[in-house]
């Protein structure tokens, strides 16, 4: 596989459950990221690995926790979340110093 | 508030013709741009960046022009073609890509190229 890839592309949970997003790159990046985008909204930054060190954690609620075990993996621990919390859920990863993100296909959640 | 606006959700052009999508941004430390498509069920991919160095690139029939002092930007595509029908995103950033993560994006304009 090549790229950016997200799996699952569709979960559908409850506000007790406890879910995760994983993302996977193929593109030998040194920085990952998580966004979510929500009907009507930009593209909201939630979190950014580099190196696999988090540097960038966007006043993102507890719920959703990420972690990087390598520069290769990135995944989004999801706990109690809220039927706000239903979007999609878009996996990047870049080279530092470089402008250029590429993202995976998303994540779509649904919180009942 | 937003830091970088696209006015128009979408935008419907004939088949050859040209698309001009529009983005403006407020803040003024912003310096590096580019624009990403969107198709449905799949991630944004990137198409074009400006430094703001520069006030035009071309890729094809992709070109962005920059106004800083009006703190605007735009894409033209010509000729449209119905596969460039997508969600096209403006985004910023303020180290010139260097500090890539701090990307704002823009909500997003639906193109509809019409054969």
């Known amino acids: 596989e090549t790229g950016v890839t997200q799996t699952p592309r569709h979960l559908v949970m409850g506000m007790t459950n406890k879910k995760s997003l994983k993302c996977e790159q193929h593109l030998g990046h040194n920085a990952m990221y998580w966004y979510k985008q929500s009907a009507k909204k930009p593209l909201e930054l939630m979190f950014v690995y580099s190196l696999e060190e988090r540097v960038e954690n966007n006043s993102v609620p507890s719920r959703f926790s990420p972690e990087c075990p390598n520069s290769s993996h990135l995944f989004l621990h999801l706990h109690t979340l809220q039927p706000e919390d239903s979007a999609l859920y878009l996996c990047?990863?870049?080279?530092?110093?470089?402008?250029?993100?590429?993202f995976g296909e998303g994540s779509r959640l649904t919180v009942l | 508030d937003q830091q970088v606006k696209q006015n128009s959700p979408s935008l419907s052009v004939q088949e050859g013709r040209i698309s001009i999508l529009n983005c403006d941004y407020t803040n003024s430390m912003f310096d590096y741009f580019l624009w990403y498509k969107k198709y449905p069920a799949e991630g944004p991919t990137f198409l074009i960046s400006?430094?703001?160095?520069?006030d035009k690139n071309e890729d094809g029939r992709f070109t962005v022009f920059l106004n800083k002092s009006a703190k605007h930007l735009s894409l033209h595509i010509v000729p449209s073609q119905p596969g460039d029908s997508a969600v096209y995103f403006c985004?910023?950033?303020?180290?010139?890509?260097?500090?890539?993560?701090?990307?704002?994006f823009g909500k997003g304009t639906l193109l509809t190229v019409n054969p």
């Open positions: 985004a910023a950033s303020g180290n010139s890509g260097g500090s890539n993560y701090k990307l704002t």
């Open positions: 990047a990863s870049s080279q530092e110093n470089t402008g250029e993100l590429f």
């Open positions: 400006i430094s703001s160095i520069k």
